[in-house]
Structure formats: C-alpha cells, structure tokens
C-alpha cells in the first residue's frame, strides 16, 4: 500500500514535478528549433508557383514542377528549372496578367498606384519580359507591344482605347502580346524612339505640362531606386541650372547652394535629353521637334536671367564624378551625348540599374528586399548573371528559387 503525502512534502513534490516538465518541455523547444525544418519538392514547387503566378498551380503542372525539382535533388538549378515552369506563358498565364503586370503599372504613372489602367507602357514591359527581350533596351529601344484580339480599336498615339478595352475584356496578355515599332505604329522618327520614355503611357506621365523634369525624377525611382532626396549632390558644377531656379529662394542664397543646387546640378545637365518632347494637350500626344526647344525650356526666365538658356538636346551625366559615381557608370559609354536614347542607354547601362531591378524583383516575388546576408549574397549573383544578357525574366526565376525555402 503506497502511503499519500500531506503537508509541505506534497506541496514541494508537486513543485519539483511542475519544474521537471517545464524543463523537458523547453528542452523539446530548443531541440525543435535546433532542427531546421526543410520543405520538400512538393511544398517547394507550390511556393515557387504561388509566388511568381500568384494562384495555386493545377496538379499537371505542380506534378511538372515536382519532377523538375527531383530530376537535381538539393540543388538549385532544379528550383530554377521549376520557376521556369512558373513562368511560362502557357502553364502559368497569371504570372504576366497579374504579377507581372501589378509591378510594373506603378512605373507608368506619378501616384505610383497599381490602380492605373493597362497602357502600352506596362504592356510593352510585360512583353519584352515574355520575350526575354534584353531589358536593357526599355529606355532605348525603338520597341511598342499591341495586342492581338478581335474586335479592339487600332493602336493609337492620341487615346489608350486599344489597351483599355484589352484590358476591360479581360485579354490573356500571355498570348497575344504583339512586338511591334513605335516608328512605325506612331510616326515617331526611329532616332528619336527610347523605350518606354516616348510611349503613348509614358509620355503622357511624365512629359505633359511642366518642364520634364518629371521624365528624369521618376526614370530614376523606377530604373535606380533612388528618389532626389537620396542623390542629392552640391558638389557639382552650376553652370547649367537653367534660368527658372531662384538663385535666391525667399531672399536667401543659402537655400540655393545647399538644397537646390544638390539636385539641380545633376538634374538639370540630365534633363536637356528631353529638350525637343513634350507631350501636347490639344492633340493628346507626345510631340517631338528635333532642333526646336521646347518652350517649358524656357519658362520664368526672369527667377534667374544669368541662368542657362538651354540651345538643344545635348547632355551630359555630372553624377559620374562625385558621391553618385557609386551606381557603376559603364565605362563603355561616354557619359554624355544629345537626345533620350543615348540618355536611357547611359542609365540602363549602370551597375545600379540592373540592381534596381533585382530589388524590385525580390520585393515582388518574396515580399521583401534582400536584407539577410544570404539573400544580399543570392542578389549580387543574380545581379551579375543578369548584366549578362539583361534577361529579367531570368531574374523572376532565380529570385523565386532563391525564396522557395524562405
């Protein structure tokens, strides 16, 4: 017969036994959290799905993925082969009507909200990554996508009726995104054509009204990441502000030389590209006229007579000397030159273009920047592998590989 404790015995028995399970239960805690938890093919080709298409992969296709996945047990080309699968017009559509499509309409518009409708901005981002276009060419190229559906208006320079009503009919973009010239569906002179910068959408955004400085400030949030506050530089020469900055804002010249001087002397040597583009309000589109400044060049002479008085398109990129010269300036090129094409060619050929594009990446398909110490180290790799051939649909792949253990 086993006698029962009473008293103190009890009360400190049933202490001690309280404490030894707390214990075993915190040793079981660090056990678990000691063991690394490692999704399988399965879970993998599920999230890599999920991430760059944006819905759950039907089972034909996961069962794709799960094999390409297996075919390279542990290694990372075979996450990579199964992004592919995720990114193919024909098993994964929503990767270009919605993920795709969602990143890239804020570019297209100053709110930089993803509520905008489908122009042929985005739509010819979307297609020259559908078709592994060398992205490098997006401020450059003389390049337009349409869309090839019955029963949509022509494609014009005037109105975004064509992509709108795309969109309102629900058009797979996957399939009948059409590459076509801007020279040639829009009149515009091949020489003067420089990606999305001379869009119908782009133009619109950015040329209209004002002095295009707007062209250059959001060229830079959405090809550098990096907004005026983060490329200030007041070390740079002055001699080509043009005459409608006050030298003396508010009477005081220490405002000048210390806040307007950090972005204009950059800005504005920069700017000149867009000299003969504006985008006209009575006509509803982008208006060039080679050899012919446009008047918004010369607007409020009278804030500073002695400023610059701007004669043509030539530029020149001040930032390549200076803080800013950390974005990787290509050595290939000059650094100056006249109109907007050679001007997209100098930002797309910067180190900090093709790392803008794979922050934006990550961001998207992983739902944070690259921070960690392995996802900087995954980043500059990727970074390096997609300055080889400017594939950004490569990139979505990698970057999904990359997250699908995260």
């Known amino acids: 017969m086993i ?82 699968i995720a990114t193919d017009p024909k098993t994964a559509p929503t990767f270009y009507n919605v993920t795709l499509k969602n990143m890239v309409i804020p570019w297209t518009n100053r709110n930089q909200t993803v509520f905008a409708p489908l122009n042929d901005y985005a739509a010819t981002v979307i297609g020259m990554v559908r078709d592994n276009v060398a992205f490098n060419t997006v401020l450059s190229g003389d390049i337009l996508y349409t869309v090839n559906s019955s029963g949509l208006p022509a494609v014009s320079p005037a109105n975004n009726n064509h992509y709108a009503m795309a969109e309102a009919n629900g058009v797979d973009l ?6 076509t010239q801007q020279s040639a569906a829009y009149g515009i002179p091949a020489a003067a054509t420089a990606g999305v910068i001379t869009t119908a959408g782009g133009a619109g955004a950015y040329f209209i009204n004002g002095t295009n400085r707007a062209m250059f400030r959001f060229t830079m949030i959405n090809y550098m990441c990096n907004d005026m506050q983060t490329l200030m530089d007041t070390s740079r020469p002055t001699d080509r502000i043009r005459q409608d900055v006050a030298r003396t804002p508010g009477g005081d ?74 974005f990787g300036w290509s050595s290939a090129l000059p650094g100056s030159g006249n109109g907007a094409k050679s001007w997209g060619q100098e930002i797309a050929g910067s180190q900090q273009f093709a790392t803008c594009k794979v922050q934006q990446v990550y961001q998207t398909v992983c739902f944070r920047p690259p921070t960690t110490a392995a996802d900087l180290t995954a980043a500059a790799a990727i970074t390096s592998s997609f300055q080889s051939g400017y594939n950004l649909k490569a990139v979505f792949q990698q970057v999904a590989a990359n997250c699908a253990g995260n």
């Open 253 to 326: 010249s220490r405002i000048f030389l210390n806040n307007c001087v950090g972005c204009h002397s950059g800005m504005d040597p920069n700017a000149q590209a867009f000299a003969y583009y504006n985008f006209d309000v009575t006509s509803n589109q982008l208006q060039y006229t080679p050899g012919v400044t446009q008047a918004k060049y010369h607007i409020n002479t009278l804030n500073f007579p002695q400023g610059f008085v701007t004669p043509d398109d030539s530029w020149a990129n001040r930032w390549r000397a200076g803080p800013n010269a950390v």
């Open 3 to 84: 006698k029962q404790r009473v008293g103190n015995g009890s009360s400190r028995d049933a202490r001690r036994t309280s404490a030894v399970a707390a214990a075993c239960a915190l040793t079981l805690l660090a056990a678990q959290a000691a063991t690394p938890a490692f999704a399988g093919p399965t879970e993998q080709a599920e999230r890599i799905y999920e991430r760059l298409a944006g819905v759950q992969p039907s089972p034909a296709v996961l069962a794709q993925m799960v094999a390409a996945i297996n075919a390279q047990p542990g290694q990372q080309a075979g996450l990579v082969a199964a992004a592919v």
């Open 174 to 179: 996957s399939a009948t995104l059409v590459a």
